[in-house]
Structures are given as C-alpha cells and as structure tokens.
C-alpha cells in the first residue's frame, strides 16, 4: 500500500477546497476512466466558461489528482483514483490507533480502483 505523506495530503486538499474544483474531481470520478474534455466539464457544470474549467483543470493536474490525455483535437481529463484513495487512506489510516478492521478493508478496496466498473 502507498502512503501518501503531510505535504501531498495538504496540497490534495488545498486542491478540492475550492466549490468548482470539488465539483470537478467529482464529475470525473462518475465519468471513470474514460474522462471527459473540459467543454463536456463545463457544460455538466453549466455556469463556468471552459477557460475558467482549463484553469481548475490544470490546478487539479498540478496537484497530482487528475490527468490529462490528448484524444485528436480534444484534450480528455481523468481523476487519478490512486492518488484519490491514497487521500482517503491518509485520512483513515490512525483509524482506531490504526487496528481498525473495517477501514483496513476499506483502504485496500479503494487502493484497487481504477476508475473502471467491476
């Protein structure tokens, strides 16, 4: 298992704290690995301009919690779901001193997903 240290966790965290990016992180989680471009991103969130979504976007890839792709003439962002359940973990980690059998089993299933159905 990854363990993300302080200083990734605070940056992630800086990263989210912010409504449009949040919603951003969420969207692409429900889209998986597939993704989406940042028009399809904005037209889902409906009031934010796609230069405005292209700055989240790329706030979001320097904190290493999405990634982007080019597919032609588009560019298709992802949410990176190991750096996001490595978050979670951090998070869950000292859960009952850290002898905590249901996040234990928590941390390893998020640790394994990729974003795509089962």
């Known amino acids: 298992m990854r363990v993300m240290n ?8 800086a990263a989210i704290s912010q409504e449009t990016r949040l919603k951003i992180v969420r969207l692409l989680v429900v889209a998986g690995a597939d993704g989406l471009s940042a028009g399809e991103i904005a037209e889902k969130l409906g009031s934010a ?9 790329s706030h979001l890839e320097k904190a ?14 992802s949410a990176i779901f190991t750096a996001l ?6 998070l869950m980690h000292d859960c009952c001193e850290g002898h905590c059998k249901y996040c234990d089993d928590a941390i390893a ?6 974003g795509r159905p089962t």
């Open 109 to 114: 299933l998020f640790a394994k997903c990729e």
């Open 85 to 90: 359940s490595d978050l979670v973990a951090f």
């Open 64 to 77: 290493g919690l999405v990634i982007s792709r080019r597919d032609g003439r588009s560019i298709i962002y």
């Open 49 to 57: 301009a796609p230069s405005r979504i292209s700055f989240h976007l």
């Open 6 to 13: 302080e200083k990734q966790a605070l940056s992630s965290f």
